[in-house]
């Protein structure tokens, strides 16, 4: 069997978006699945548009997912010397020819051809045809190189996500492969990478399904096998529309920084154009085992940040507490959290976790135990009454001596309960604005566990 090997190629002209990282997701997970290798390649031959910055961010958002590639990066613009020989040997071959059109000139067949109602394209003046005068060559212009497109006859290929996909030749006109001053156009280079590359399978958005066509064609005419083709449906906002700006991050690095975790996006990805069964919760190494081209899905992926947020809960709730902490506590630094003197981080996470969607929201959740308790005046005369004020007094006797874990502590309470004759919202909320000076919190025993006793004494006895 032939050893797999995909690539994602990226355009750095623009941050790694989610349908470029679900993209590299399948092709990283399709030549997992097979023990092949899965190629990084960097498409950056627009010099207009490439930027350094935009290469540094899709790097960064492969590392941040860990889809890791075997071979690469590789870049385009290094690769310079290799397409100019492939240009010369196709124009030696007779596949490739020199056009001195203008760009004015082609402009103007484009446009006689529009009036007449026909599909605007170049008209072949210069291509070379058995028994036809070319016109004279003009002194002043440098050619370009264009593709000898066959004229008759069709492209058909087996699409492992559209089926059967067949665009005539006469619907293409003859691809400029190289500009005047030398270098390779995008089509071009594509198809030599993945001829150099030995790419088996090139699984793309299928914006590029116009592409393929052309790609085929060159590397028919340069003797190149053909890797097997799958153009993925684009991901839609939960509107319909086309992802976009607007429906709010579009670059994936900006989930991190909102508090997703990498194995819930990676997740939520796998899921948008692909299904296994009903599993929705799956690990990467069994998303690897089961992932084939067969249960890719045709139509649109609507992207619903609900469900994400939906995984991610699931996620953090799964995550190691220490892991948590280590996210959280930038985040709960900038926001002025105090660490001295209050619970450990990792255990507090832990009790938190469970309705926290991301990073960010148990992060704030938690700031109730790293900052200096300041409860409403009118919140504490309404719950710190004269019938609670004794059940506190005894409430703070006991905690001196009580062994400190959940379930002495709970005991403890419901004897001080009984013995004043309360309920225990009686004493947890006062306890609680005490404590965090807020109302709202997991169970009073839990919270009173994460606290060291000297601290939870002396605050208590502040209000005795």
Same mark, same amino acid.
């Given at each position: 069997m032939t050893v797999v090997r995909t690539r994602f190629a990226p355009s750095p002209t623009g941050y790694l978006h989610l349908g470029g990282a679900r993209t590299a997701l399948y092709c990283w997970a399709f030549a997992r699945h097979f023990g092949g290798t899965f190629i990084l390649?960097?498409?950056?031959?627009?010099?207009?548009?490439?930027?350094?910055?935009?290469?540094?961010?899709?790097?960064?958002?492969?590392?941040?997912?860990?889809?890791?590639?075997?071979?690469?990066?590789?870049?385009?613009?290094?690769?310079?010397?290799?397409?100019?020989?492939?240009?010369?040997?196709?124009?030696?071959?007779?596949?490739?020819?020199?056009?001195?059109s203008s760009p004015e000139e082609v402009e103007a067949m484009r446009e006689r051809m529009r009036a007449s109602g026909d599909k605007p394209r170049y008209d072949g003046t210069w291509r070379p045809e058995p028994g036809k005068a070319l016109p004279a060559v003009p002194a002043d212009r440098t050619p370009v190189v264009r593709f000898k497109n066959p004229l008759d006859g069709e492209v058909s290929w087996d699409d492992v996500v559209k089926g059967t996909i067949t665009i005539a030749n006469k619907e293409m006109d003859d691809l400029v492969i190289a500009r005047p001053d030398g270098t390779p156009t995008y089509n071009f280079c594509v198809a030599v990478d993945d001829w150099?590359?030995?790419?088996?399978?090139?699984?793309?958005?299928?914006?590029?399904?116009?592409?393929?066509?052309?790609?085929?064609?060159?590397?028919? !005419?340069?003797?190149?096998? $053909?890797? %097997?083709?799958?153009?993925?449906?684009?991901?839609?906002? @939960? *509107?319909?529309?086309? &992802?976009?700006?607007?429906?709010?991050?579009?670059?994936?690095?900006?989930?991190?920084?909102?508090?997703y975790l990498p194995e819930a996006m990676l997740n939520y990805l796998a899921r948008l154009g692909w299904s296994h069964g009903d599993d929705e919760i799956f690990t990467m190494e069994q998303f690897c085992?089961?992932?084939?081209?067969?249960?890719?899905?045709?139509?649109?992926?609507?992207?619903?940040?609900?469900?994400?947020?939906?995984?991610?809960?699931?996620?953090?709730?799964l995550a190691d507490n220490d892991r948590l902490a280590s996210l959280a506590r930038p985040r709960m630094l900038t926001e002025g959290a105090e660490f001295n003197h209050n619970?450990?981080? !990792?255990?507090?996470?832990? $009790?938190? %976790?469970?309705?926290?969607?991301?990073?960010?929201?148990? @992060? *704030?959740?938690?700031? &109730?135990?790293?900052?200096?308790?300041?409860?409403?005046?009118?919140?504490?005369?309404?719950?710190?009454?004269?019938?609670?004020?004794?059940?506190?007094?005894?409430?703070?006797?006991?905690?001196?001596?009580?062994?400190?874990?959940?379930?002495?502590?709970?005991?403890?309470?419901?004897?001080v309960l009984t013995a004043h004759s309360l309920k225990m919202p009686q004493l947890a909320m006062p306890l609680r604005l005490i404590l965090v000076g807020q109302l709202q919190t997991p169970a009073i025993d839990a919270v009173l566990e994460l606290f060291d006793r000297d601290v939870v004494l002396a605050r208590v006895r502040k209000y005795l």
């Open positions: 390649r960097i498409e950056d031959t627009d010099l207009e548009r490439s930027t350094p910055e935009a290469v540094r961010a899709i790097i960064e958002g492969m590392e941040w997912l860990g889809l890791h590639h075997d071979e690469g990066p590789f870049y385009q613009m290094q690769r310079m010397e290799r397409y100019r020989q492939v240009v010369k040997q196709m124009l030696d071959a007779g596949t490739a020819y020199h056009c001195y150099d590359m030995q790419i088996t399978h090139v699984l793309r958005g299928d914006d590029h399904v116009n592409n393929t066509p052309r790609q085929i064609n060159i590397l028919n !005419a340069i003797g190149a096998p $053909l890797p %097997k083709y799958g153009h993925l449906p684009m991901i839609l906002g @939960a *509107d319909g529309e086309k &992802l976009s700006k607007r429906h709010g991050a579009v670059s994936v690095m900006d989930y991190p920084a909102q508090g085992q089961w992932f084939d081209l067969n249960n890719l899905t045709k139509s649109p992926a609507q992207f619903n940040p609900e469900k994400l947020n939906w995984l991610n809960n699931q996620y953090i709730k619970p450990p981080l !990792a255990p507090v996470l832990g $009790l938190m %976790k469970e309705r926290a969607n991301t990073i960010n929201e148990l @992060a *704030d959740a938690a700031m &109730l135990f790293y900052r200096t308790p300041q409860a409403d005046p009118a919140l504490l005369a309404q719950h710190l009454n004269d019938a609670v004020k004794p059940a506190l007094a005894q409430f703070a006797e006991r905690i001196e001596t009580v062994e400190w874990h959940k379930p002495a502590l709970a005991a403890m309470i419901k004897e």
